[in-house]
């Protein structure tokens, strides 16, 4: 079973559109990244959140970490073509040094 | 100041031949961890290495080994290839600091096996 389950898994919207992605978990994480990866390339990371119910915001982007820690999520406002790309949330195996990453959230912004 | 480097960018292998690849670490950065990622699936966990020593290794097979030197650079060898072992093999480099576990990713190595 997958330990980070994301949310849709692929998303087709057009330019302008709001959006939210979903990285939920049934253990408790000590604290999640969110990456984006564009094919061919490596993860870059977006963000870290680490106290529950945290919001954090980078530019058009919110992300949100659940009060419980298990789950988190993606916001982007007023998408563009420029926000394409596979989404991932990841974080460490709880009690162990294991990073794990979800199954990923595959977004194509059309103009 | 250089992110984490990869080498080298492409390789091409047959089954059963030997592969070496290697990662510089961002400059401040003691842990690498390696990851192998197959084409539409996220990264898989390979090993952590810290301190010169394997620390966490995930589910992979024995043909997958590692080195860390004191340079804090590292290294992934793959015996034995498969053609399975075709993919995107990626390295980070992280300060784990308490919670805080944020891994930096380099550019990747494609390894296709013949």
């Known amino acids: ?111 | 100041d250089a992110g984490v480097t990869q080498s080298p960018t492409h390789l091409i292998k047959t089954r059963g031949q030997q592969v070496t690849l290697r990662c510089s670490p961002k400059s401040g950065h003691d842990t690498v961890s390696w990851y192998q990622q197959a084409l539409g699936q996220g990264p898989q966990f390979i090993f952590q290495y810290y301190e010169e020593e394997e620390r966490q290794r995930g589910n992979f097979p024995d043909r997958f080994s590692g080195h860390q030197f004191p340079n804090y650079s590292s290294e992934l060898n793959v015996n034995a290839l498969l053609l399975g072992d075709s993919a995107l093999y990626l390295c980070a480099s992280s300060f784990i600091a308490g919670d805080i576990n944020e891994q930096f990713f380099g550019p990747g190595t494609r390894l296709t096996v013949l």
Not at chain 1, 63 to 79: M, P, V, Y
Not at chain 1, 102 to 108: D, E, H, I, P
């Open chain 1, 1 to 111: 079973t997958q330990l980070l389950e994301q949310s849709p898994q692929f998303l087709s919207i057009q330019e302008g559109e709001n959006l939210t992605v979903y990285c939920n978990s049934s253990s408790v994480f000590s604290s999640l990244q969110w990456y984006r990866q564009e094919p061919g390339e490596g993860p870059v990371l977006l963000v870290t959140v680490v106290t529950g119910g945290e919001v954090k915001k980078l530019k058009r982007l919110t992300f949100q970490f659940g009060d419980a820690r298990k789950d988190s999520s993606l916001h982007i406002t007023a998408a563009q073509p420029g926000d394409t790309g596979l989404y991932l949330c990841a974080g460490p195996r709880p009690g162990t040094y294991k990073y794990i990453f979800g199954t990923g959230t595959r977004l194509k912004v059309l103009a």
